[in-house]
């Protein structure tokens, strides 16, 4: 019977709880890492950049598809960069048929394209985000691409890349290589 007790005893010590000390402990290192950590991932500031970056990426390889497959002359595959207080990109036009040949080689963006080859119009000054579009170092309005996909701007042809920078919390890059690969960089 004593023996019996004893182990009762032994197992209701293994079975004891957390302290009071501890469990407050435990509860102020939560909530100084809550605050510490929280606003960290409920920023949206850079989101931002990496959207764009990657919306950027999409429409520059959609474009540069586009020219590959579209041999007819006249018509430019371009995407146009705006500056100031109307940053943003985009095609000059989303409808690519025989009549709209002059039109696709505009320097305007058209904001009626799917949003996937575009920004809208107020966003990067809305977040606070800045815009630079370089060929090789001169800036550029726009990015054009041939029918053999190769990248060439109002400057040049990229042949030391061409690099899109948007800046904002964190700096984010879109690179062109001079043979046409569209990367982040």
Not at 85 to 92: D, H
Not at 153 to 163: I, L, Q
Not at 171 to 182: E, K, L, M, R
């Amino acid at each position: 019977m004593q023996l019996a007790n004893r182990r009762h005893l032994t197992l209701i010590h293994q079975l004891r709880g957390f302290t009071l000390v501890e469990l407050v402990i435990v509860i102020l290192v939560l909530g100084i890492l809550a605050v510490a950590v929280a606003p960290r991932f409920a920023s949206t500031d850079t989101y931002a950049e990496f959207a764009l970056q990657q919306r950027l990426q999409t429409a520059l390889r959609t474009l540069q598809i586009q020219s590959m497959y579209d041999t007819r002359a006249g018509f430019c595959y371009q995407l146009n960069f705006a500056g100031g207080s109307a940053a943003g990109f985009g095609p000059s036009i989303s409808n690519y048929q025989g009549a709209n040949a002059a039109l696709s080689c505009t320097s305007n963006i058209d904001y009626n394209t799917p949003r996937y080859l575009r920004s809208d119009q107020d966003e990067l000054v809305a977040n606070g985000i800045t815009l630079s579009v370089l060929d090789s170092g001169i800036p550029a309005s726009f990015i054009s691409f041939d029918n053999l996909g190769r990248a060439f701007t109002n400057v040049g042809r990229c042949t030391s890349g061409c690099e899109i920078t948007f800046g904002g919390e964190v700096t984010t890059n879109v690179c062109i290589s001079a043979q046409g690969f569209v990367h982040e960089c």
